[in-house]
C-alpha cells in the first residue's frame, strides 16, 4: 500500500507518494499561497494531491491514507492545527477537511513530531529507537523518542526545546517571554546577533561590508566562519553553547545517547556541529560513560514528509 504525505510547511507545500518501506516514489512541490488565508492553502493542497496521483499513474485504491505535518501546535487526536505562528491561523480542522475532500483515513502531527516518526520507522531509529530530534531553522523545536514512542505529553507540547529558557536576560522570543533557546539559536537569532554586532562596530572580515543588514542570514555568518572569519566563529561558538546547554538537559534528563540535529542552518554546517557535539563532553553529566552522538538526519530534508507518510503506513488505528 501506499500513503500519501503531506510536508505543510511555513512556505512550501511538499506533497509525496510514501510506500511501505519508507522511500518517496512521487513528489510535487508548491509554494504556500502567499494570502495565506486558509481556503486557498488548502484548496492548493487539494490540487497538489490530485497532480501527484495523476502524475504517478496510482489508483486511489491503493492509498491507504493521508498523513499531514503540519507547522505549530497540532491536537493529533482531533487533528487540529490549533496554532500555525507562520501563518497567524488558529483551529484548522485539517483532518476534517482532508477527510471531506478524499473519503480516506487522516493523521495529523506536528511537522518536528514527524520528522522524529520519519526517523524512528525509516531512519536512524531502525538501529535505535530512543533519541531526541532536534530541528533548528528559523525557529526551534523538538521531539523525544523513548523505547519507540513519541512522547506528546498531555497536550502534545512534549520536547519544546526551542522555549527552554536558557538565559532570563537574554533576547525577546516569540512566545512573549525573553532568553528561550529559539530566541538565541535560531537561524533568525543568529542572524539578528550578527546585524546587532556589526551594528556596534565589530568586523566581520568575511561578511562583505557592501551587503545590507537585513539581507545577512545565518547562512552568511555561517559561510563566513567556514572562511575563517573569527567574529562570525565566535558568534557560533556562543550559539553552540546555548544548543549544547539545551541538548544537555534532555539528556541528563531522560538518558538518552542519540541526538538527531536538523534544520535548514545546519546544513553544510560542520562548524556548528563540531562546537555543539565539543560543549556536550562539558554540560552532559557523567558524559564519559555515556555513548553520547551527535548526527545528521538518515532522511536528509525528507524527515517530515516520510514521517507524514508513515503516521498512516505504521498507525495500528485507522
Ligand atoms: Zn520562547
Not at 490530485?50 to 487533528?79: H, L
Request: proline letters at 3%; aromatic letters at 6%.
Amino acid at each position: 500500500m501506499l500513503s500519501i504525505g503531506i510536508d505543510l510547511g511555513g512556505t512550501k507545500i511538499l506533497i509525496g507518494l510514501i510506500n511501505d518501506d519508507g522511500k518517496i516514489i512521487h513528489s510535487l512541490k508548491k509554494r504556500t499561497p502567499a494570502s495565506k488565508r486558509i481556503d486557498d492553502i488548502m484548496n492548493l493542497t487539494f490540487e497538489t494531491i490530485d497532480s501527484a496521483i495523476a502524475d504517478a499513474g496510482v489508483d486511489m485504491k491503493e492509498i491507504s491514507g493521508i498523513g499531514v505535518a503540519a507547522p505549530g501546535i497540532v491536537d493529533e487526536k482531533n487533528g487540529v492545527l490549533l496554532y500555525a505562528p507562520n501563518w497567524n491561523l488558529r483551529n484548522i480542522p485539517v483532518k476534517r477537511l482532508l477527510k471531506d475532500k478524499f473519503s480516506i483515513p487522516v493523521k495529523v502531527a506536528n511537522d518536528v513530531n514527524a520528522a522524529a516518526i520519519g526517523e524512528l520507522h525509516f531512519g536512524h531509529g531502525k538501529n535505535e529507537n530512543s533519541f531526541f530530534w532536534i530541528t533548528i531553522s528559523t525557529g526551534i523545536g523538538g521531539a523525544l523518542v523513548v523505547n519507540g514512542n513519541l512522547l506528546l505529553g498531555n497536550r502534545g507540547l512534549a520536547g519544546e526545546i526551542g522555549h527552554m529558557i536558557i538565559d532570563d536576560n537574554g533576547p525577546d522570543c516569540t512566545c512573549g517571554r525573553k532568553g528561550c533557546l529559539e530566541a538565541l539559536a535560531s537561524g533568525t537569532a543568529i542572524a539578528n546577533l550578527a546585524r546587532k554586532r556589526i551594528s556596534e562596530g565589530r568586523k566581520f572580515l568575511k561578511i562583505n561590508s557592501e551587503i545590507k543588514p537585513e539581507e545577512i542570514t545565518a547562512e552568511t555568518v555561517v559561510r563566513a566562519a567556514s572562511n575563517n572569519d573569527k567574529e562570525a566563529f565566535s558568534l557560533l561558538k556562543e550559539v553552540s553553547g546555548h544548543i549544547s546547554k539545551a541538548l544537555s538537559y534532555v539528556v541528563n534528563l531522560a538518558d538518552i545517547d542519540l541526538l538527531v540535529i536538523g534544520g535548514g542552518v545546519m546544513v553544510n554546517n560542520e562548524i556548528l556541529f563540531k562546537l555543539i557535539e565539543e560543549n556536550l563532553k562539558h554540560y552532559v553529566y557523567e558524559y564519559q560513560h555515556r555513548n553520547i552522538r551527535l548526527v545528521s538526519p538518515q532522511l536528509g530534508y525528507n524527515s517530515s514528509l516520510i514521517g507524514a507518510g508513515a503516521l498512516i503506513l505504521k498507525s495500528k488505528s485507522l
